[in-house]
């Protein structure tokens, strides 16, 4: 039985494949919110820009 239980952690120590797959979740989460930032601050300035263009016309 300690031989099993041994072996069992053993091999859940070994294993990346929850690893891996937490990596790939963060990577993913850094991306989200680096576009909805680059988003925001585009069309920040796009509003600007527009608010510029009615005011002279």
Request: glycine share 8%.
């Given at each position: 039985?300690?031989?099993?239980?041994?072996s069992?952690?053993?091999?859940?120590?070994?294993n990346?494949?929850?690893?891996?797959?937490?990596?790939?979740?963060?990577?993913?989460?850094?991306?989200?919110?680096?576009?909805?930032?680059?988003?925001?601050?585009?069309?920040?300035?796009?509003n600007?820009?527009?608010?510029?263009?009615?005011?002279?016309?």
């Amino acid at each position: 039985m300690l031989k099993k239980i041994q072996s069992f952690l053993s091999n859940f120590v070994r294993n990346e494949d929850g690893v891996t797959a937490i990596e790939y979740a963060l990577i993913a989460a850094l991306v989200a919110v680096v576009i909805i930032g680059g988003a925001t601050l585009l069309g920040t300035n796009l509003n600007a820009l527009f608010t510029t263009i009615v005011d002279k016309i």
